[in-house]
């Protein structure tokens, strides 16, 4: 990477940290993660199939990131359901 690289990466990478799109960016993705790893594992699937290679490891990886979606969404899930069941004994108390 030149010199000239590496200013813009080091000008986009500030934008971004610094101003208003990363916040725009994890905006939308919330609830979203587990379908974009889902969706590069397809698109990966079919570059394969179409005789474009790709490491092995890319698909540990994505299962890998899958799992952690998944489970920070139970998380989330399972959070919600005991907040409920908390606001509804507390109606039943009244």
Request: no cysteine.
């Amino acid at each position: 990477m030149n010199i000239f690289e590496k200013l813009i990466a080091n000008t986009i990478i500030s934008k971004i940290k610094g101003g208003k799109a990363m916040a725009k960016i994890i905006e939308f993705l919330k609830g979203k993660k587990s379908y974009v790893v889902l969706v590069i594992g397809a698109i990966s699937g079919i570059l394969q199939s179409q005789g474009i290679p790709i490491p092995e490891y890319v698909y540990y990886i994505l299962g890998g990131l899958f799992g952690i979606t998944y489970k920070m969404g139970q998380n989330r899930t399972e959070q919600t359901i005991k907040e409920l069941l908390d606001q509804i004994k507390e109606a039943k108390k009244e």
